[in-house]
């Protein structure tokens, strides 16, 4: 069975820094699409970033472009930065994993749409407070 754990959120004051980690159990690992999704009260979930299968492609939401980072390993571990928070950023985190989707840089690939994701994780939370 293929799960997505999250871990790494917290509570961090605006200006912050924490770094997230989604742990795959994944046996393919390196043909899977990862993305982060957030979903903050009272709002939809939406898109953070994704990164290709080789890990050799970002993409990002504008409201976190410049601030964020995403990465992934060969310990089958995709991690979000996040740098410079703002209490806007307060949402539960989301991983999400895709092996059949084409490659977000091909054009016509909604990798900002949460349906084109089939494994999510169960989310952690991040809360930007002074």
């Known amino acids: 069975q293929v799960t997505l754990v999250e871990s790494g959120g917290g509570l961090v004051q605006p200006g912050g820094s924490l770094k997230l980690s989604c742990e795959a159990s994944?046996?393919?690992?390196?043909?899977?699409?990862m993305a982060w999704f957030r979903q903050a009260p009272g709002k939809e979930r939406e898109f953070v970033a994704v990164?290709?299968?080789?890990?050799?492609?970002t993409f990002y939401a504008d409201s976190v472009k410049g601030r964020f980072a995403i990465s992934r390993d060969n310990a089958k571990m995709s991690h979000l930065q996040l740098n410079r928070l703002q209490l806007e950023d307060t949402a539960i985190y989301y991983c999400a994993a895709d092996e059949n989707m084409k490659s977000p840089f091909v054009p016509g690939v909604e990798y900002w749409d949460r349906s084109t994701y089939g494994i999510w994780g169960q989310g952690t939370q991040v809360t930007v407070s002074s």
């Open positions: 990164i290709t299968r080789a890990g050799g492609s």
């Open positions: 994944i046996p393919t690992f390196g043909t899977y699409v």
